[in-house]
């Protein structure tokens, strides 16, 4: 799947889509249902806000100050409303594929032979400590840039490999968090660009395919017209950039979650001669390491 040895950018970038070439069924079909279900549970609560949406688009030149003010605080209260759900819905399948993709990957790297089954069973254990990880990760980011971007960035990248570390690591919470730190140390600003590298592909990514389900739902009708009003919001415009989402999220979910996999196996082969280890588990026979061995997963 990946060179057994230290990995360059290229490596990383090319292991995370070898790995979808080569289960593509397993990866893509298991990211397909989570972005499906993440989508349809997302579209219900864009659905209840229509209603609003549409009183405010209702709202004519005659219209009151207060009633304009009236509309958009409704607006403004259904939004906030919605996206409590919304986040839980994206931190709850963000957990279930970076625990099951963790899993895969492990096991492909190792060249061992990986099904739903066996990396649902291995996976299972670790997702309620991964859902606190993923929780603690997202809270301290936030919290960060609550103060300011450069902040953000630190937490961002030094915990970056938390998710990983305790999946194949199987320690504790607080040992996850400690571990990525301990990796992230001294390569602080290749990991945050390999995880930049990563989301910036993710982007264009998305935005190419999102782009065109987009336009057909008219979220940009009037966009270059100074007299348009706001564009009406639809069940069918709703419906058709949700179907945009799932293909995007099918491609784009897997594949940073992967990254950030190989990159989690890079920094332990780069400072802890996991290379060695790792060949020595799939088979290879390698020299005896000059440094304490590290058990592979």
Not at 168 to 195: D, K, Y
Not at 284 to 290: A, F, R, T
Request: glycine share 8%; proline share 7%.
């Amino acid at each position: 799947m990946i060179a057994l040895r230290p990995l360059n950018v290229s490596d990383i970038l090319d292991g995370a889509i070898t790995a979808i070439r080569r289960y593509p069924l397993l990866i893509l079909g298991v990211s397909a249902i989570v972005a499906v279900i993440s989508a349809g549970l997302n579209l219900a609560a864009s659905l209840w806000l229509v209603p609003d949406f549409e009183r405010v688009t209702r709202l004519g030149p005659a219209a009151t100050q207060q009633q304009q003010l009236d509309a958009l605080y409704s607006m403004l209260g259904s939004t906030l409303t919605a996206l409590l759900p919304s986040l839980v819905i994206t931190m709850l399948a963000q957990t279930f594929l970076t625990g099951f993709l963790t899993v895969v990957m492990g096991k492909a790297v190792l060249g061992r032979p990986v099904d739903f089954g066996s990396a649902m069973r291995e996976a299972a254990p670790r997702l309620l400590p991964l859902l606190a990880v993923t929780v603690l990760y997202a809270l301290a980011t936030i919290v960060a840039a609550a103060f300011c971007l450069l902040p953000a960035v630190l937490p961002y990248v030094f915990w970056s490999l938390a998710g990983p570390a305790l999946v194949l690591e199987r320690g504790t919470i607080g040992q996850a968090f400690t571990r990525s730190r301990q990796l992230v140390s001294g390569m602080f600003w290749r990991v945050f660009g390999v995880l930049l590298l990563a989301a910036v592909i993710g982007w264009v990514i998305s935005a190419v395919i999102d782009i065109p389900f987009s336009v057909g739902s008219g979220a940009f009708s009037g966009l270059f017209d100074p007299q348009a009003t706001v564009p009406k919001v639809t069940t069918g415009g709703l419906v058709l950039q949700s179907v945009g989402t799932v293909i995007a999220s099918t491609i784009v979910m897997p594949f940073t979650a992967l990254v950030t996999v190989a990159l989690y196996i890079d920094q332990r082969m780069r400072r802890e001669g996991m290379d060695i280890e790792l060949a020595r588990a799939a088979g290879l026979n390698p020299p005896e390491p000059p440094r304490p061995p590290q058990q592979a997963w």
